[in-house]
């Protein structure tokens, strides 16, 4: 009988501890609170604080109006510009909001980094970086833009919260094909605050990788 009551004792506090485990996966549970690991602004919150600005920028690129992104830009960060997910801070190329505004125009070729897999240099125009590695598909009909939350990964090693520890991070996301898995794109928009109004300083376009 003491054998059975020794028994009994063992099972109730397996199932007292596994209840508790439960409820501790429940409390962790992605929702609209998360914060993205380096990052201290929910997704609610920062929805909240750049869900307009997000907008006004997306149908600036949109748009190709440059002046207005131009207006957009950080007055003296800038707006960097990454063609893959990793940032790249010292090769990555950084425009002045005087420059933004010409970009679109502009005949220059400019090299922005590597193509994934090949190696080869990216050199582009703008116009033809926009078309690639910005607005290759229209991330305005995104209706569910994700802040300080990221859809897909890729190989590439995410420091975007490294390199922009107090920003806010839009993310807007073409989902691709089911058939394909491979075919989908995102554009991250990057925010940071200065004298209480948030400016874009990061242009990050992401993407499937080897």
Not at 8 to 29: D, E, H, K, M
Not at 77 to 106: C, H, W
Not at 124 to 143: C, G, I, M, N, P
Request: positive net charge.
């Amino acid at each position: 009988m003491k054998a059975v009551r020794q028994t009994i004792r063992i099972i109730l506090g397996l199932l007292l501890l596994l209840s508790t485990n439960a409820f501790a996966l429940a409390q962790v549970s992605p929702t609209d609170d998360q914060v993205a690991e380096g990052n201290t602004i929910s997704s609610a919150r920062a929805k909240q604080l750049i869900a307009a600005r997000a907008r006004e920028t997306i149908l600036a690129l949109k748009r190709r109006d440059m002046a207005q992104l131009a207006g957009i830009v950080h007055p003296t960060k800038g707006v960097r510009f990454t063609p893959y997910n990793y940032i790249d801070v010292k090769e990555d190329l950084v425009f002045r909001r005087a420059q933004v505004k010409g970009l679109m125009a502009s005949r220059k070729r400019y090299l922005w980094g590597s193509y994934d897999g090949s190696g080869d240099p990216i050199r582009l125009t703008f116009r033809k970086y926009y078309e690639q590695f910005v607005y290759d598909w229209d991330f305005a009909s995104d209706k569910d833009a994700r802040y300080n939350v990221s859809a897909r990964t890729n190989t590439n090693y995410d420091n975007a919260y490294e390199v922009y520890p107090n920003s806010i991070i839009v993310e807007y996301l073409n989902p691709g094909t089911v058939e394909s898995g491979m075919d989908w794109s995102a554009l991250r928009l990057v925010f940071e605050k200065q004298g209480g109004t948030w400016y874009l300083v990061g242009v990050l376009h992401n993407e499937w990788t080897i």
